[in-house]
């Protein structure tokens, strides 16, 4: 069972979306939710992750908030520092650009951009070497989870992410469990299923560091305003990955508000 003191995040992965306009829109749409209704800072971390051409861009549109909204990079270069990596973004470039947060390991990347888990492992090290907090996901397939290979899958991910941490670098990591297999399917994990899965990753983490009672895991796979409130009851449950619902402002911000409220 988690603590009870973990502040839920809701981050909003809008993958390679949207254009340039409607993305502009959709921020102040959001910006103008948290003006109405506001969501405390103490009560749910928010982050949205923009293609990297909008992530200054939307960063300054989020500091036009009445809170912190983290702006977060959607993937990081294998390699660090700057140099002739024609097409690569770093990890000392986001930092340079005040981006402090970036997602690793999700299953696009992993299935169909070849990260392997060197891959991984190289971005997850730089990183948190150049300061930045990683979230890094996991997740199993259909067809291991109906082989019965879930638990050792995600629990496999865990372990190629802690060959890589170290001791002192725990407390910049953020999990993300999203099954594969609900990831823009319109099917989510049963709230009990979740829940039983991410009792293991805690079980896990809790083994390796003395800060994983306390880390947040995050819940990815079709979350939508309306299965929200039931996620976030889930005790071990600290938070949404969310694709397609954080293309629209309301359900983006009602996820959120579900998070501050139930947690
Ligand atoms: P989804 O995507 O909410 O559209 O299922 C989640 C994710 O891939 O992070």
Redesign the pocket.
């Known amino acids: 069972m988690s603590g009870s003191t973990i502040i839920p995040w809701v981050v909003g992965?809008w993958?390679m979306n949207p254009m340039q306009s409607e993305a502009q829109q959709l921020v102040q749409q959001f910006v103008g939710l948290l003006q109405e209704n506001e969501i405390a800072e103490a009560a749910c971390h928010i982050g949205i992750a923009p293609v990297a051409l909008a992530l200054n861009q939307v960063k300054s549109h989020l500091e036009t908030a009445n809170r912190q909204i983290y702006t977060v990079a959607q993937n990081v270069s294998c390699q660090n520092g700057t140099g002739a990596y024609t097409g690569e973004i770093s990890a000392d470039l986001l930092k340079d650009s005040q981006i402090n947060f970036v997602?690793i390991g999700?299953?696009?990347r992993r299935e169909l951009f070849a990260d392997d888990v060197k891959a991984i492992q190289e971005k997850v090290t730089h990183s948190l070497a150049s300061g930045l907090t990683v979230i890094y996901?996991v997740g199993e397939s259909l067809t291991q989870r109906e082989q019965g290979l879930a638990d050792q899958v995600v629990l496999q991910q865990i372990c190629d992410l802690a060959a890589v941490v170290k001791a002192e670098q725990w407390q910049h990591i953020v999990i993300?469990y999203?099954p594969i297999w609900?990831?823009?399917?319109?099917k989510t994990a049963s709230p009990e299923d979740a829940q039983a899965m991410h009792a293991k990753i805690r079980e896990g983490l809790s083994q390796i560091t003395p800060v994983g009672a306390q880390m947040a895991i995050l819940y990815?796979?079709?979350?939508?305003a309306e299965n929200a409130v039931e996620l976030a009851a889930c005790p071990d449950i600290n938070g949404a990955?969310?694709?397609?619902?954080?293309l629209n402002a309301e359900s983006f911000y009602k996820i959120a508000q579900a998070f501050a409220h139930t947690k």
């Open positions: 992965n993958k997602l999700h299953s696009e996901c993300a999203e609900a990831i823009g399917t319109g990815g796979g079709s979350v939508k990955l969310v694709g397609g619902a954080s």
